[in-house]
């Protein structure tokens, strides 16, 4: 049995129905935003950009800044480091399901907890899963 979790580029076509199949008006009214918000927060080179999507096998979404730079990340936990763009989408994206899993909206705060531990399984195989660690612990 594989349990390797992979991810797939959400193509831009589908982006719109696959973050309503997830979480619903809840997307891009509270979540999106809350995102790019927390990635401006720890990254303070990160001035906005196009972002990319991807699902995983195990039923997770992150979003990812479109960028080949690396972004100097500083967290109010003390961590400070550099991540690619992709970690700093994984960081952004742990960071802003873990808050809303605090939300006093039951169905947004089980969402937002349920997509925290499944891109949390993911972290664990990524490449810079240390630094993203260190950045939400």
Request: with cysteine.
């Amino acid at each position: 049995m594989n349990n390797t979790i992979v991810r797939q580029q959400v193509s831009i076509i589908e982006r719109i129905n696959h973050t309503a199949a997830i979480f619903g008006i809840n997307f891009t009214v509270i979540i999106e935003p809350s995102i790019y918000a927390i990635a401006s927060n720890i990254a303070e080179d990160y001035n906005g950009a196009y972002w990319e999507f991807y699902s995983l096998s195990n039923g997770g979404f992150y979003m990812v800044p479109y960028s080949k730079a690396d972004y100097q990340v500083e967290c109010e936990n003390g961590f400070e480091g550099m991540l690619t763009a992709d970690a700093l989408g994984v960081t952004a994206c742990l960071y802003a399901y873990s808050h809303l899993s605090f939300s006093s909206n039951v169905k947004l705060a089980e969402m937002c907890a349920g997509q925290y531990h499944l891109l949390r399984a993911y972290m664990y195989t990524h490449k810079e899963s240390a630094s993203i660690l260190s950045a939400i612990d």
